[in-house]
């Protein structure tokens, strides 16, 4: 992954954060020759246990020195979207291969956090839930229907009538943050106009009414504004957002400079006229001075690239969280930054794990170089996703095999067979495949017939049962990590409009 050390501040390490940075070594960072080795020794497993309990102990105990049940003076919102369980496990297998070892006893950054706590995720309408209705959940702290961004399950979608008759807004974690004198950032690597960061500061009933050209036309006359307009005018009137930075530039400029809207505003123009400055490039982000103004990042017209081929004009997720916290660290009264991972839910559609597994790896990055940047004395850190997806992980692979291949399976004896595993037609299969999607299709005839290289590549298209266009998000819970100021607030099965009361009572 790309990351510029330019960006980086000088840490401020707590004694728990010391511990926690020791824990996450001690069991992800050893070699693979140390875990083949120590896999054959009978007392492995049952001295790593113990050293595991030992660890875990000596955490709670420096966390216990702290102020736990204080306010957070800052919350750091951490959300992969898409980032189900299976996910995790996939990719922290994909890390840990990437560093050389057998990869199914690496952890991620954040899993090590000392409170978990599974989060259900279905909205008012829905039993397998969408971006919107989930993240506005976490936001508001309300259930809502598909497709509705931060207001109630009472307005019916697409009806801008159904939120005009009475003030339904609801406030969102960043407008309570905001009136509280804190400061507010949101980074992304989707559009910024995108279901899950739009929660954060607008509220529409038509999560695609990313700008004035979705919209019909009568609920522009009855004065209902497009996601982007809403980011513009809560900016003239310091709302919500102080830092927004991610893709989308096309929502904020007319048809006739490349982009969608039909008003013929130029939004950019109009937020660097309400004085907040503008950014489209990371060389721009560099160069620009730390000041405490409104900063505007649009550095894609769509969504941002994935990390695994983004140019060198777009800033990665830790670049990107980076200059926010550079900027909103100086305020004496906090602040609150949302960081969303937005392109591991778009690999997933696609039905490319490789795309999926790579940006929850730069999930793992940014999140762990949080840790060295910030006290959690004083800080709550919160990792978790708005739903899941139909990836699965099956058949019996050998310990070690590449999480992206051929599944490879051991003899009578414990050892790995020299060759791949086949179905009951005689076809190899990967360990990874999806319920549903693409892969269905593109594998119906011939999905045997990749070669060991291609299976690993981005592109490839992992094997699903059920045909579809795109694959489709999962209803399982999701999972949940949390460290700092009432961390200990988070554990059991939450419902999920329950994590953004947490938060506020944290703060």
Known sequence: MKTNSSLFILPCISLSL???????????????????????????????????????????????????????????????????????????????????????????????????????????????????????????????????????????????????????????????????????????????????????????????????????????????????????????????????????????????????????????????????EYVETLAELHQLPIEPKPLLGLFSNSHLSYAYQRPDHQPSLQQMTAAALSRVRSNDKGYALIIEAGRIDHGHHEGRAYKALTETQEVHETVAWLMTQVDIKDTLIVVTADHSHTLTLSGYATRGNPILGYVVENDYEGHPKKDAALDLEGNTYTSLSYRDGPGASAHSDKHSMSGYEEVQQPNYQQLALVPMDYETHGGEDVALYAIGPQAQLFSGTLEQHWVFHALKYAM
């Open 18 to 276: 010391i511990t926690f940075l020791v824990s996450v070594c001690l069991t992800g960072c050893s070699s693979e020759d140390t875990e083949r080795n120590a896999n054959s020794r009978s007392q492995y497993w049952f001295e790593q246990g113990k050293e595991t309990v030992a660890q875990r102990k000596r955490l709670l105990e420096a966390e216990a020195k702290l102020d736990i049940n204080g306010k957070a003076k800052n919350i750091i919102f951490i959300l992969g979207d898409g980032m189900g369980v299976s996910t995790l496990t996939a990719s922290r297998i994909f890390v840990g291969q990437e560093k050389g070892q057998l990869g199914e006893e690496f952890s991620l950054s954040f899993e090590d956090f000392p409170h978990t706590a599974l989060i259900k995720t279905y909205n008012v309408d829905l039993q397998t839930p969408d971006s919107a209705g989930t993240m506005s959940a976490l936001m508001t702290g309300m259930k809502t229907d598909e497709g509705i961004i931060s207001l109630p399950a009472s307005v019916s979608r697409g009806d801008c009538a159904s939120m005009t008759l009475q003030d339904k807004k609801l406030p969102t974690l960043l407008d309570i943050a905001k009136a509280k004198g804190k400061s507010t950032a949101v980074v992304t690597t989707a559009r910024i106009t995108h279901a899950t960061p739009a929660t954060t500061y607008a509220h529409s009933v038509d999560r695609n009414w990313e700008s004035d050209d979705a919209m019909p036309q009568v609920a522009k006359e009855m004065g209902c504004l497009d996601i982007a307009s809403q980011l513009i005018e809560g900016s003239r009137n310091n709302q919500a957002v102080d830092i927004i930075l991610g893709g989308g530039r096309r929502h904020f400029l007319p048809t006739i400079e490349g982009g969608k809207r039909l008003d013929g505003k130029n939004l950019i123009q109009q937020w660097q006229q309400q004085g907040g």
